[in-house]
T-cell receptor, first 112, second 115 residues
Framework: TQLLEQSPQFLSIQEGENLTVYCNSS?????LQWYRQEPGEGPVLLVTVVTGGEVKKLKRLTFQFGDARKDSSLHITAAQPGDTGLYLC????????????FGSGTRLLVRP | GAVVSQHPSWVICKSGTSVKIECRSL??????MFWYRQFPKQSLMLMAT???????TYEQGVEKDKFLINHASLTLSTLTVTSAHPEDSSFYIC???WGRGDTQYFGPGTRLTVL
């Protein structure tokens, strides 16, 4: 069974600080996606990374896929209260089943 | 594009009754739809994978007779929670993919409360 471990589980920071969320596995994924979820809503896709070593930037968010395609990180620069939410990583197994394996999630609170 | 809707957005029912939740892809034909449940402050847990015109594939530990999934068309999948009990109370979320892509587009979720 492929598992994705996400850390930290909870993060409370002051506005303007930087943070990094990690997503790790012992398994290889064909792609990895990061989602953000607000309370009472479905997850919203932030980015998909496919190539080992790939780095994608979305304004203040930087996503990186590990060289071996087993891990990923999300770095937020100068966090803002609007970044508050649940961040989920999800990996697509390499068996082409189209399923996603979700990490346990990181709950981020950015205090003004 | 790639909008997925769910109906209802929330439902309260009595124990022992059945509840149907609809998942629709509004602007694309979904080759595959997925059903997840999410407990408070937890991540999403995949319940089943549904392909149009065929039986759903359930994850280990998910009772297929309790959670009936019907995927009658390329734009609609339904999840029926039969004989609901309070422990079935949860946030149910569907997603859909188009073609052979990895990207899943998620619905807004349905909050089920069983009294």
């Amino acid at each position: 069974t492929q598992l994705l471990e996400q850390s930290p589980q909870f993060l409370s920071i002051q506005e303007g600080e930087n943070l990094t969320v990690y997503c790790n596995s012992s398994s290889v994924f064909s792609s990895l996606q990061w989602y953000r979820q607000e309370p009472g809503e479905g997850p919203v896709l932030l980015v998909t990374v496919v190539t080992g070593g790939e780095v994608k930037k979305l304004k203040r968010l930087t996503f990186q896929f590990g060289d071996a395609r087993k891990d990923s990180s999300l770095h937020i620069t100068a966090a803002q209260p609007g970044d508050t939410g649940l961040y989920l990583c999800a990996g697509a197994p390499s068996d082409s089943s189209y399923k996603l394996i979700f990490g346990s999630g990181t709950r981020l609170l950015v205090r003004p | 594009g790639a909008v997925v809707s769910q109906h209802p957005s929330w439902v309260i029912c009595k124990s022992g009754t059945s509840v149907k939740i609809e998942c629709r892809s509004l602007d694309f034909q979904a080759t595959t739809m997925f059903w997840y449940r999410q407990f408070p402050k937890q991540s999403l847990m995949l319940m089943a994978t549904s392909n149009e015109g065929s039986k759903a594939t359930y994850e280990q530990g998910v009772e297929k007779d309790k959670f009936l999934i019907n995927h009658a068309s390329l734009t609609l999948s339904t999840l029926t929670v039969t004989s609901a009990h309070p422990e079935d109370s949860s946030f149910y979320i569907c997603s859909a993919i188009w073609g052979r892509g990895d990207t899943q587009y998620f619905g807004p979720g349905t909050r089920l409360t069983v009294l």
